[in-house]
């Protein structure tokens, strides 16, 4: 049975993962930052730890939490948008609730998973956007959202750089209907993470070098950075 480490998985693209791994016969450990999102994750069967990705003060006591865990699979899911253009400065505000949840969050909970995942010589994926691919990107529309990506990318690589023994990887989940992506979006939350899902599993049983350290689309086509 492996084991799944979902960071932010209280809505969304998150909160589908957890379902369907736990559907699969996996051992699901979520986090969540409000009562309601840990509430619902429990009901689910999940083993739940309050954390808020967006606070250092929070993020410093995961690793205590996780004391002597073994992790498979572990996925960076927390993400937060701000949909102005780059014709629009951003605020503090925006700039620090954007940046903190999606690029320090990750830079914070990584380090902190790496040893676990290092135990299983496992796989640590962050949900991307092809929104942070400086070649695809021809629009300055939510300009902080995709800034913040990108950075998200570089810490991945980063990271993949420092652990040979781990695959750490990039994935975009696709345009989603969430509360994020929009009633527009062509994918429903269960078929995104469906093929997520399916992609990370290969990624797991194959241990192929070549996904070190790579930027890929919810389907397992390699994106360009």
Known sequence: MNTVLLIGASRGIGHELARQYLADGCRVIATARSDDGLASLKAMGAQTLRLDVANPASNSGLSWQLDGEKIDLAIYVAGAMDRASASTPPTRDSFDAVMHTNVMGAMQVIPQIVPMVQETKGVIACIGSVMGSMQETTSGNAALYRVSKAALNMVVRCTQAEQPDVTVLAIH????????????????????????????NRILEQRDPAHRGAFLNHDGQTLPW
């Open 173 to 200: 989940p696709g345009w989603v209907q969430t509360d994020m992506g929009g009633t527009a979006a062509p994918l429903t939350p269960a078929q995104s993470a469906s093929s997520l899902r399916q992609t990370l």
